[in-house]
């Protein structure tokens, strides 16, 4: 199947998840996941016309930004060690890993000096796997709290992993989840600003994440497949 194929199968897969959730379509991004590709694949992802871009390590993404960078908009989506935000504070637009204190006064930091602001997702792990990164949901409003004063970092909502199951709807509960804690903590009025994104869903399920109301979907594999560089 060719990528053209791929991405139109997912964008109907996507329609139909918002159909069946009686979600408008515009609602979902797709973060096109290029860890596991080449330099020649990510650039024909952005010739498709997929505008955001996934990376897990500031390594492996260097090259792919230096030569495409400012064709897209780029996410960096995994755990991002306090030492390497100088890497990628001006080159990704999006921090989804956001999950502890000193992080966020290292972001801040490095923004501040740039004068730019970060939007960044705090991570949350709603299924509890110790093997998983994020904040425990009950500190997810202290945590608020306590960035609150931090100027140039900007949380635009929550990202979640979910367990691999072979089953999807089993991880309906995990996006639930998150998306009630988005919901509580916006009640309890913790940002300037309300949360509304909600990034979740990966290739094995991310269409029981956008019934759930997943606004950014993580696709690697069933995208743009897996290859050795």
Request: proline letters at 2%; charged letters at 30%; one cysteine or more.
């Amino acid at each position: 199947m060719s990528l053209k194929e791929r991405i139109d199968q997912i964008e109907q897969r996507i329609t139909e998840a918002c159909a069946r959730s009686g979600r408008d379509r515009s609602e979902v991004n797709v973060i096109a996941v290029t860890k596991y590709v080449s330099l020649d694949t990510t650039a024909s992802v952005l010739d498709q016309g997929l505008r955001h871009i996934g990376e897990n390590r500031w390594q492996d993404a260097q090259h792919k930004w230096q030569a495409l960078g400012d064709r897209g908009t780029w996410h960096f989506i995994g755990h991002l060690q306090t030492n390497k935000v100088k890497d990628v504070i001006d080159k990704f637009q999006y921090i989804h890993s956001l999950d502890r204190l000193s992080l966020a006064k290292e972001l801040n930091k490095r923004a501040a000096a740039l004068d730019l602001q970060v939007s960044a997702f705090m991570q949350v792990n709603i299924s509890g796997e110790e093997s998983k990164y994020g904040l425990p949901p009950e500190q997810a409003a202290e945590f608020l709290k306590g960035i609150a004063d931090l100027s140039h970092v900007k949380v635009i909502g929550l990202m979640t992993m979910a367990p691999y199951e072979s089953l999807a709807e089993h991880t309906r509960p995990v996006f639930r989840g998150l998306r009630q804690l988005r919901d509580e903590l916006n009640r309890q009025a913790l940002t300037k600003e309300p949360l509304t994104e909600l990034s979740m869903g990966m290739s094995n399920d991310f269409e029981v994440a956008v019934e759930e109301g997943a606004t950014w979907v993580r696709l690697g594999s069933i995208l743009v497949g897996k290859e050795e560089e």
